[in-house]
């Protein structure tokens, strides 16, 4: 199994604060949120390497942090991949990034765990990966415990063994509290998949789409997060993660 950790976005929400450092690198609690995956991503068992795919401005400074965190967990192998935007005016977006990662790097005999970089959440995901092997793809969950939170994301609902039977963006009537976040899980068999979604020419920026797409095609698992998540989107939510994410520090 291979990790794909999404950092190619430009962040323009939280300038000055992205204009010369990619949000994934951004520190909250004393370290940045990148790692706050990766060290609850580590228990999993069989990780073969971990790719990161970036952007033209940010790909050098990623080079250096992995180098850095690779001294700390030894057994992780990293590639930075470049997708060669340099604005969001041409960047790839999220699936359009994975799909680029897929064929660049000649991955998709394997599964694939796929995360965004600076969605945080707070304890380790093991049983994640192991909920996934059940089902030709996966999608994380998170309750928000309120209807009107729940608007702001998209919303999910499941039939009685976890399987996908509603998706919908930011929804105005959602039927559930639960909310897919930015932490997926495709078995080899279901990549092939993407290249017909990126072909058809389905919107290749939010992750969520192609779950969306994918879930009246083939089933979709899910598995609830445990502890706290947070999608950092505003300097409003940094502030907060990084005051919740203290008592999580060792």
Known sequence: MNILILAAGYATRLYPLTENKAKPLLEVAGKPMIEWVLDNLSPIPDIDRVYVVTNNKFAAAFEEWAAGYKASQPKM???IVNDGSTSDTDKLGAIGDIHHVLKTQNISAQDLLVVAGDNLFSEP??????TAKNFPATLALYDVGNLEEIKK????????HGVITHFEEKPAHPQSTKTGIALYYYRSDVLPMIDTYIAEGNNADQPGRLIQWLHTRVQVGTWDVPGTWFDIGSKETLVEANEVFKKFVP
Do not use: C
């Open 77 to 79: 192998e990293f590639t």
């Open 125 to 130: 995901v093991p049983g994640f990966a192991v």
């Open 153 to 160: 994301y998209n919303n999910v609902t499941t039939d009685s």
